[in-house]
């Protein structure tokens, strides 16, 4: 007898070279590591117990030790994403036919028509509408937050739009179904489309009636659609709920259409609504009595479907016996159409999507990243794969609410009635309640249902709790993207943005979910909880890079030498451990896709975000903590201002509207360039060329310089040696350990600090021990200072507002 063979829906490969590569590096890199924290504990020991150590001392070593612990531990954390990298290959063609396909429910949130444009967010609705899946399936939900009529009328518009919009798409096979993203661009050969009179003229029939589109959106606005400000203020905060399903009156020929919907939740200043999370879980709860689709697919206003295909990839996963059961979503990268040439801010976060999920996809899979992924309704209940919801209908209606009709959707034998939905005024009724801010009250919707309140990152904690619930995630980076979202053009956006991821993870970090106790805790692999850990631990490097960014230097200042000279074996471990993690980085950058000027970036905008973002983030955490105020989500704009668009095309940074966040940036900035001024001077007045580069100065004048400067007689000064070393203490840790090379470098300068004058320090060279520590270093580091602080500096001059405003504010903060 014959066997079918049935092909798989889709391929793994596992990068096997990649891998060994990576746990080679991993050991080596361990192991030096070991050593120069072996060489740091034993000094510092040393000092601790010798006494003829001052406080400030030992102190200076006991800082640099906790900071090269710390950042080694979390550089092993982040180990784990390069352990086992695999990449994916669906083949959406060999799905069984579409009757046996199950329903998918898109959500797409928005927030506020001033900083979400409504034609944009429509652009987002139609492509998810125009997605590649049976019609009668397929159900488009739109989350308005903001409670703008213009949205949905907007969406009223879009609707009949989309009537003609889709099987335009459809006849002529076009792959880009954002309309906006198809008329900005020329015709592609690669779109499938079929070059002949007829497909010419359609398209700029079809090109009229999107601009006659846009034109009603607009005018709409102009008209006062939009309150004023005030008002619109109130409202959004301010609401009854109010479900609508567009186009269901009158319009024939709509069964070819999916099913739109408009949902504005309510919401009531007296009550958290707890941002996209609490957007979300209403979706949830609406689509339910609706459509109730097995799947969900997730989208930001902002982000569209580039190719009509995901949905069916997405099942390829979904639908295989072999992961199926486990399996809770399907994550796509995100990406971005309006990334420059020159990526200034790192928007495209390369190492996530092309190295860190690649990896963690090998383990147990992705995180959850907000948006872009298709995800099981049923992980979302909040039980185990596999396991049943409680029997029970008063625990049934602890979890969920009392909703009836909702419940009802819960129990194994229940049929979506879509006529029925659509039909019923009880339904829509019942949608309305499900929809109101006193729903969720002592129910578990936001802790263990839905998607998780605890963290303005929610997106982070309800993956990594559906993680440690045994469930699994797949990643999928087809070569064309399959959405395309916008990044912030320019740093103040950026750097915010990152503040509230940081600040969103910290939030778990330190609640009783912290990934590294929880994860083990609930038995989940050790490996994927290192990676779900490393987010958790990210904000934090910001303590230890403000601590490599003074420390060193205060050290030098007062005659502490913290780092073995050239001529010291040790020093050849720290310059390897510095070297070998630039390369490994570079190689990464390369091998990804990305240039030299990528990489460069990339450690610039690390450096950057690390005393910024990540610092405000911590700050954010602590005045939580003490009750101040409870973490905001900062809607990032998504409005296009041409001047911003054209300075971010030309690979200028943009500072306007950065005050307060910079200002560490711009303090280090200044004090550098102060460094660089006072170390070139220092070395002209002192004349010491060659000591300076080659670690062997005359004994003369180095005694010379030490009176002159009031210092211990130092010894074997040494530029190359100091430019490595304020480097290679800092390249302990992770991927960027170039990047903490460079940010000592950056800071690395002369303060002159209250505290350093009152704390006059005595390292004294007679002490036979203490002979390769001798002192030190102080101008050399200042010189190696800094070819980069005269560029950062000029950054900060180019833009005279808010530059010279922040600008202001540091040189405050290095006045007291
Ligand atoms: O109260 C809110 C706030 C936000 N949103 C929506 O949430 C989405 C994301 O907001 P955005 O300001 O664009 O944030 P981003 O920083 O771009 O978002 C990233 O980070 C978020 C977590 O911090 C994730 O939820 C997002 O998916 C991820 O793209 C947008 O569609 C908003 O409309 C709401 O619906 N209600
Ligand atoms: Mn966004």
Redesign the pocket.
Known sequence: METKQILPLHTLRIERTRATLNRVFLLVHSLMLLALLYYRASWFFFFLTSHSHTWTFTLTWFLLLTSELTLSFIWLLGAAYRWRPVSRTAFPERLSDDSQLPGIDVF?????PA??PPLDVMNTVVSAMALDYPTEKLWVYL?D?GGADITLYAMRKAFSFAMVWLPFCRKYGVRTRSPNAYFSKEIEEDDGLIRRGEFCSEREKMKFMYEAFKEQVRSANEMGLIEDYKLREKAKADHAPLIEVIGQNGLEDHDKMPHLVYVRREKRPTHP????????NVLLRVSSSLSNGSYIL??????YSNDPASAKAAMCFHLDPTLSSSLAFVQFP?MFHNISPTDIYCGQFREVFKVWWYGSDGLNGPNL???CFYIKREALYGTAPGLDLPKDLIQRRQWFGHSNELLRTLRSDYKCNVENALQSNGLLQEAHLLASCNYEQGTKWGKQVGFCYDS?????MTGFLLHCRGWNSVYYDPPRPQFL?ST?NNLNDCLV?YK??SS?LLEVTFSRYCPLTYGIMSGHSILHTMCISYWAFLPLYSIFALCYATVPQLGLLNGISLYPEVSDPWFALFATVFISGSFQHLFEVLHTGGSFRMWWNELRIWMIRSVSSNFFGCLDIATRFIGVKRVD??????VTVEDKVDQYAKGVFDFRGAGLILVPVVTGSILNMAALIGGVGRVIVEGNYSALMLGDGSDDSVQSSAAMWGQPNPKNRSLPAIFFLSGSCAGVQQHSDASSAVLAIFFSGETRSPLLLSSPVTARSSDKDRSSFSPPVDQLVFFSGRSTSPIAALWFLHDDESSSAAIRTSFFFVLF
């Not at 997730?298 to 982000?303: A, E, I, S, T, Y």
């Not at 303005?456 to 982070?460: F, H, I, K, N, Q």
């Open positions: 797409i949130c928005t927030a506020d900083k979400e989350s937050d609504h707890n941002f996209k999370a609490g957007a979300l997730v989208l930001d206003c902002d982000m995100q990243s907000g948006t303005v990152a929610e997106d982070y979202g912030p943005q509230r991821w969103g989500f900062g809607l990032t704009s998504k």
